[in-house]
């Protein structure tokens, strides 16, 4: 039944993508794609977690919104220190530590790091993401956790398991 309903949902995305969204070309599409599927479905080898589609919601209504904020903030702190040149750096290589178990998880992670100016990920091992700050700020591996991925790594702890 799985596989039915995975070939299904292909290949009504796939006919929606293609032929339009008209509710005509919609309802074909969902005929010849209940047809495909019937036929084809027996020979398949894959099949998907229908729990992506609620992944894909969380990710995008809570996690784009959250990186886009935090991208902004440290926007205008970099651009900060760039107009007051007097304001003191602190450079160096931190650890943050992660409880991200999935590669992608933690490649999301890493790369929202990245993308969040200030900070670059270098390394990322099993555990750890190592991250190069411009202006490190704290003592401990929890501190330098907590303030720079923080906010990513509690929502990305519950899309990415």
Known sequence: MRKFLSAFVVFWLIWSVLSGFRMQDVLIGAVVSLVLSFVVSRYLSF????RIFYKVFL???IYIPVFLYRMVLANLDMARRVLSPSIPLNPGFVKVKTKIKSKTGKLTLANSITLTPGT?????????IYVHWVDVQGEEKEEYSKEISGSFENILGGIFR
């Open 59 to 61: 990710f995008i209504v």
């Open 47 to 50: 099949s998907f977690d229908f």
């Open 120 to 128: 670059m990920s270098v390394e990322v091992d099993e555990e750890t």
